[in-house]
């Protein structure tokens, strides 16, 4: 697939747009209709549920001498799962096992294998001494940050207004658009709003890496909704491809959704396609493998493809792509 990609390199508000002011494509099988995100009401229908994701991003970036770290996530054994960057940031350096890396505030992680094995980019490491992470990354952490983006972004800039527990090592970036008056105008056009948690880890993979381990929750009053939604013929439309996972991380062969909690190594193709989940806003990144992958379990490729298409069509607007730029909706 062959897309036209402007950068979003900094935040909308910088832009002079506000959260809710960016772009939207919304994708359905009768065309492609170019409008704002304040404009998803009238895109969705009473009774619709729209599943977000509570996860709250840390400053996860945190700076040694002549290297860096990126913490992806925390282990249940109190070890950490890091990617180690180069330098200049601009990319993975590859750590060897056994190595100690030294870390401001007398912190110290050895390097032990690679998480998961296989590859070269993920590590599990053992912080000494044990600290919580969360408390660590706040005193010592700043935002992950792209070459990509310009200058240097407040944490508020990273976090969606829902977010409530912390645990993302970026941001998940679908659901930065919906404001809290966005929210509530969704609410009143009769459009029900549930959350999940599922905690991301660092998002530069390989072209054709598969989505890594990643801690989730779906709680039971969710799981409730969805059956419900469901039950009345209305669609469940997940915001941002961290939701999706974890709805269908907690569906069952036959389509239902049990409250769940632990890790989810589940991958999504269109030979394991969405259970669950009828709909997708998402925003705009690089149509890779495994991205292309998640979509068409929801949307099917042929709706996808043409989705990204129109994007670059003669005539649309221009979208920005990235954590700070515009928005798609796929509605199959």
């Given at each position: 697939?062959?897309?036209?990609?402007?950068?979003?390199?900094?935040?909308?508000?910088?832009?002079?747009?506000?959260r809710?002011?960016?772009?939207?494509?919304?994708?359905?099988?009768?065309?492609?209709?170019?409008?704002?995100?304040?404009?998803?009401?009238?895109?969705?229908?009473?009774?619709?549920?729209?599943?977000?994701?509570?996860?709250?991003?840390?400053?996860?970036?945190?700076?040694?001498?002549?290297?860096?770290?990126?913490?992806?996530?925390?282990?249940?054994?109190?070890?950490?799962?890091?990617?180690?960057?180069?330098?200049?940031?601009?990319?993975?350096?590859?750590?060897?096992?056994?190595?100690?890396?030294?870390?401001?505030?007398?912190?110290?992680?050895?390097?032990?294998?690679?998480h998961?094995?296989?590859?070269s980019?993920?590590?599990?490491?053992?912080?000494?001494p044990?600290?919580?992470?969360?408390?660590?990354?706040?005193?010592?952490?700043?935002?992950?940050?792209?070459?990509?983006?310009?200058?240097?972004?407040?944490?508020?800039?990273?976090?969606?207004?829902?977010?409530?527990?912390?645990?993302?090592?970026?941001?998940?970036?679908?659901?930065?658009?919906?404001?809290?008056?966005?929210?509530?105008?969704?609410?009143?056009?009769?459009?029900?709003?549930?959350?999940?948690?599922?905690?991301?880890?660092?998002?530069?993979?390989?072209?054709?890496?598969?989505?890594?381990?990643?801690?989730?929750?779906?709680?039971?009053?969710?799981?409730?909704?969805?059956?419900?939604t469901?039950?009345?013929?209305?669609?469940?439309?997940?915001?941002?491809?961290?939701?999706?996972?974890?709805?269908?991380?907690?569906?069952?062969?036959?389509?239902?959704?049990?409250?769940?909690?632990?890790?989810?190594?589940?991958?999504?193709d269109?030979?394991?396609?969405?259970?669950?989940?009828?709909?997708?806003?998402?925003?705009?990144?690089?149509?890779?493998?495994?991205?292309?992958?998640?979509?068409a379990?929801?949307?099917?490729?042929?709706?996808?493809?043409?989705?990204?298409?129109?994007?670059?069509?003669?005539?649309?607007?221009?979208?920005?792509?990235?954590?700070f730029?515009?928005?798609?909706?796929?509605?199959?």
């Open positions: 697939m062959t897309v036209t990609i402007h950068e979003a390199t900094v935040p909308p508000e910088a832009r002079g747009v506000g809710d002011g960016v772009r939207l494509a919304v994708v359905t099988p009768t065309g492609t209709t170019h409008t704002r995100a304040r404009q998803l009401p009238e895109h969705l229908r009473p009774g619709d549920l729209l599943v977000v994701n509570t996860s709250a991003t840390l400053p996860s970036a945190v700076d040694g001498a002549g290297f860096g770290v990126h913490v992806s996530t925390g282990l249940d054994d109190g070890s950490w799962v890091i990617e180690v960057r180069q330098p200049d940031n601009s990319g993975p350096a590859v750590p060897v096992p056994g190595e100690v890396l030294t870390l401001p505030g007398g912190l110290t992680l050895r390097v032990d294998a690679a998961p094995a296989g590859q980019r993920l590590w599990r490491a053992v912080p000494a044990a600290v919580d992470r969360t408390a660590y990354l706040h005193a010592w952490g700043r935002p992950i940050r792209y070459r990509y983006v310009h200058g240097s972004w407040p944490l508020d800039t990273l976090q969606n207004v829902y977010a409530s527990q912390p645990g993302s090592a970026e941001m998940p970036s679908a659901g930065r658009p919906l404001t809290e008056r966005l929210l509530v105008r969704l609410m009143a056009a009769g459009v029900v709003v549930a959350p999940v948690v599922l905690h991301t880890g660092v998002a530069s993979q390989e072209k054709h890496e598969p989505p890594q381990p990643e801690e989730y929750a779906v709680p039971a009053a969710t799981a409730r909704l969805v059956a419900s469901r039950a009345a013929g209305r669609r469940v439309v997940a915001v941002g491809t961290t939701v999706v996972r974890a709805l269908e991380s907690a569906a069952t062969a036959d389509g239902r959704v049990v409250p769940t909690a632990g890790w989810t190594s589940l991958v999504l269109p030979s394991r396609p969405a259970r669950v989940v009828d709909g997708l806003l998402t925003g705009l990144h690089e149509p890779e493998a495994s991205h292309l992958h998640l979509l379990a929801v949307a099917g490729r042929d709706l996808v493809d043409r989705g990204y298409a129109d994007l670059s069509a003669s005539g649309a607007p221009t979208y920005l792509w990235h954590e730029g515009d928005s798609m909706l796929l509605l199959p």
